[in-house]
């Protein structure tokens, strides 16, 4: 439940409390108990009672725009981390793999609300931090028209990189919501945290780590993308793995992990404590009337 949520109920719990604590012990036979606060000379006796209401029109209001307080704490991360090595430039996806990954990852960034923060990695020989987890969708787009390839495949190292962008978020806003999604089309070449060892990591964190394996999968250990050991870190992480071998396929996983992942990090999307609180206060509104003197 929102911080300011809490404080808000806690406000009206004060308020309801100094109302009814003020109520007559002894009320005179045939009257009904009066608070202190709203006998007839008080001049609350017929302000008091609206300003639960109006509280609880405010709440039904943040229940249906989807307000939230803290987004700047608690907006969700997604970082891609995608691979740019040389194999990259094959042409088995159409136009070829970097470009169909490219704009597949546009793609996944209509998927997600304004609010999400992304961030992108890149790996091939090494893994670098591209952009750190930013709301500019503009920053990410064009680092993603800037992808240079080279040699190698440090899958592990590239994992590592993200979850250490997304453990720099959390410094700040602990209870941040996270999640990874992987892009390789080949094997693991030599990084300096396995892939195995960068998946567990990234469980401990609560940071599921969806992979997609791009180009034809490798068979009978020959060249081509090892979908065991992407399917491996999914799995490991709570994350989930597809396979595309054409560009269609590739936006249509990006599109489908970008709609899941805003469902399910969106964790101030939930309109149920607003509409609570609106029902509680109507309610409360509603006991002070009856206990209004006239």
């Not at 269609?248 to 999307?269: A, M, P, Q, Y």
């Amino acid at each position: 439940m929102p911080p300011a949520l809490v404080i808000a109920l806690i406000v009206v719990a004060l308020i309801a409390v100094a109302y009814f604590a003020g109520l007559r012990p002894a009320p005179v036979r045939g009257r009904r108990p009066a608070p202190v606060i709203l006998r007839r000379r008080s001049k609350w006796r017929k302000v008091l009672p609206i300003i639960p209401l109006l509280a609880a029109v405010a709440c039904l209001v943040f229940a249906f725009t989807g307000f939230g307080f803290n987004v700047a704490e608690t907006s969700p991360v997604i970082v891609l981390v995608m691979d740019v090595s040389d194999s990259m430039h094959a042409t088995d996806v159409d136009p070829n793999r970097l470009e169909a990954s490219q704009a597949a990852a546009e793609a996944f960034l209509d998927e997600l609300p304004p609010r999400f923060q992304v961030g992108l990695v890149t790996f091939a020989g090494e893994a670098k931090i591209v952009v750190d987890p930013t709301r500019v969708r503009e920053d990410v787009e064009e680092a993603l028209e800037r992808f240079t390839t080279s040699k190698g495949t440090v899958i592990g190292d590239g994992l590592t990189v993200a979850l250490d962008a997304i453990e720099d978020v959390r410094d700040d806003a602990p209870d941040t919501p996270a999640a990874a999604l992987l892009l390789s089309d080949g094997r693991d070449t030599g990084s300096t945290v396995s892939p195995d060892g960068a998946a567990a990591r990234a469980a401990s964190m609560e940071v599921p780590v969806s992979t997609v394996v791009i180009g034809v999968e490798a068979v009978g250990g020959g060249p081509g993308a090892n979908r065991d050991a992407l399917e491996a870190i999914a799995e490991a992480s709570g994350g989930e793995t597809s396979t595309a071998e054409t560009a269609d396929e590739l936006t249509r996983s990006f599109e489908s992990i970008g709609s899941r992942l805003s469902v399910e990090l969106d964790v101030e999307s939930s309109t149920t404590p607003w509409v609570i609180a609106a029902i509680a206060l109507t309610i409360l509104a509603g006991l002070m009337l009856v206990y209004t003197p006239r």
